[in-house]
């Protein structure tokens, strides 16, 4: 998930442990709640999304936003209607509004409920249906706000903007069904003013310029979940590499940086294609047909995993460091390609995006991640923030908690040590190559880990995971 833009400061938490909430099955008949504990007015429910084609024109001088959604679909139920969430036309950040709902060219009525859009289908759909749903919609864009009042989403800067959903934030810019277990496909066909360029998931497949505007064209073929998508515009010049098995390392860089840190830049950039054979010598192959990376002057406050193509912010001091592009690399075998299938398991992501760096230092010649373990274990008193949460179960407001980052990495590292390096790398490349469509959960983890180690560890991750405090030396 996300990483900050500048060094995490000590996080302190007044909020108390809230209590574990249940989780619901993703519903499988119509309902405008994909059933996640956290998010429950994200999603939807009777319905598999399988394909989404957006077609936006962006006006970075107005910020009006033209957008046409087709979005192909499976019903799981007999269904006479659908929702998708979309932020509604009267949100602070400002929204969008529905225009016209059709399916081939039969008009379906709709309304728009707060963040969700209702259809009623004139033609029911039958278990199993596919069908094919048309969105026209518009409206001013923003700068949107998550649960943690940190900008997300479709969010607008004087020279364009950038776009990072995480958690649900898909919505701000198309109608989608925003929960992490319901993957699609995408292309993207963005409009924008000539000069501008506009980047999103996977690869570019065409670029036209008529009349003024440019149609940025950009294919993924494996699917995505929605927090994971992305269509940025800037000022960007986009420049492709390639690792030494041919995949294309697509970059976006903002022409607005300096020449000193465009150069720091491009030494990060010039280190990704060995990063990546190195991650796939640990983790297996690379899940997707492209990697890169969007990086902008503009900061939203942290980087983000984007499938693909991951965020890089500008603080306005420093360039992002090697660890967090080591970070967001990592994130597309844990979180992109195995994703939790609920919030609560978030640290499924974040565990591993601390970890993995502390594998390239290793790599590399540093501290070995048993080293870093111990370092940061008796750096830390009991009374350390860090130690104040689980991993588990953190709750919305702290997605991002630090007890999810260093102590889910301290989790891993302590696992490592435990089960020994054959059983750990042998977990962790099974764990990273498990089906793309699927989701996953902390229990599918542990039970992986038992499998590997041949060993009870319901002790081990009760301690690391599912207790606060500091672990006793001694008890796991
Ligand atoms: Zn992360």
Redesign the pocket.
């Known amino acids: 998930?996300?990483?900050p833009a500048v060094a995490l400061a000590a996080i302190t938490s007044a909020m108390a442990l809230a209590a574990t909430p249940a989780l619901a099955a993703i519903p499988t008949i119509f309902s405008t709640s994909g059933g996640d504990p956290y998010f429950p007015a994200a999603g939807n429910g009777g319905y598999d999304a399988k394909h989404y084609f957006l077609d936006l024109k962006y006006d970075t001088a107005t910020k009006a936003m033209d957008a046409t959604a087709q979005i192909r679909l499976k019903a799981l139920s007999d269904l006479g209607k659908l929702s998708f969430d979309l932020l509604g036309p009267t949100a602070p950040s400002g929204g969008l509004t529905v225009e016209r709902v059709r399916i081939g060219s039969t008009n379906q009525s709709f309304v728009q409920q707060g963040n969700e859009l209702v259809v009623t289908l004139a033609t029911p759909l039958r278990a199993a249906e596919m069908t094919e749903l048309t969105v026209d919609y518009a409206g001013t864009m923003g700068q949107p706000l998550d649960i943690e009042e940190a900008p997300y989403g479709f969010y607008t800067f004087a020279d364009g903007a950038m776009v990072a959903n995480e958690p649900d934030g898909a919505k701000t810019w198309y109608p989608v069904n925003d929960i992490p277990s319901d993957k699609a496909t995408y292309e993207f066909n963005v409009t924008v003013p000539v000069g501008k360029t506009a980047v999103a998931n996977g690869e570019l497949i065409s670029k036209r310029t008529k009349d003024g505007w440019t149609s940025w064209r950009w294919r993924s073929a494996d699917v995505i979940a929605s927090y994971l998508t992305t269509a940025s515009i800037g000022d960007y010049d986009l420049t492709t590499d390639r690792t030494s098995t041919g995949l294309p390392i697509i970059n976006a860089v903002d022409r607005d940086f300096s020449a000193a840190n465009k150069a720091t830049i491009a030494s990060r950039l010039a280190r990704q294609p060995a990063i990546v054979e190195y991650f796939e010598s640990v983790f297996g192959p690379y899940p997707f047909t492209s990697f890169g990376g969007i990086w902008d002057d503009n900061s939203l406050g942290y980087a983000l995993?984007t499938q693909t193509r991951p965020i890089y912010s500008y603080n306005g001091r420093n360039i992002t460091g090697e660890g967090t592009v080591v970070?967001e690399l990592a994130?597309q075998w844990f979180g992109n390609s195995t994703t939790p299938e609920y919030w609560t398991d978030i640290w499924l992501?974040?565990g591993f995006?601390t970890f993995a760096p502390w594998l390239w230092t290793e790599h590399n010649g540093g501290l070995t991640t048993a080293q870093q373990f111990t370092s940061i274990y008796n750096g830390r008193a009991a009374n350390h923030p860090g130690w104040v949460k689980a991993p588990s179960n953190p709750g919305p407001e702290d997605l991002f908690n630090d007890a999810v980052y260093t102590r889910g990495g301290l989790t891993l590292a302590a696992l490592r040590t435990k089960i020994g390096d054959s059983a750990f790398f042998g977990l962790v490349k099974e764990w990273a190559q498990q089906q793309k469509q699927a989701n996953y959960t902390t229990a599918d983890f542990v039970a992986m880990a038992e499998k590997w180690s041949g060993q009870d560890l319901d002790n081990f991750f009760n301690v690391w995971i599912h207790t606060p405090g500091k672990p006793a030396p001694g008890s796991w």
Do not use: A, F, V
């Open positions: 998930m996300r990483k995993e970070h994130h992501n974040e995006g």
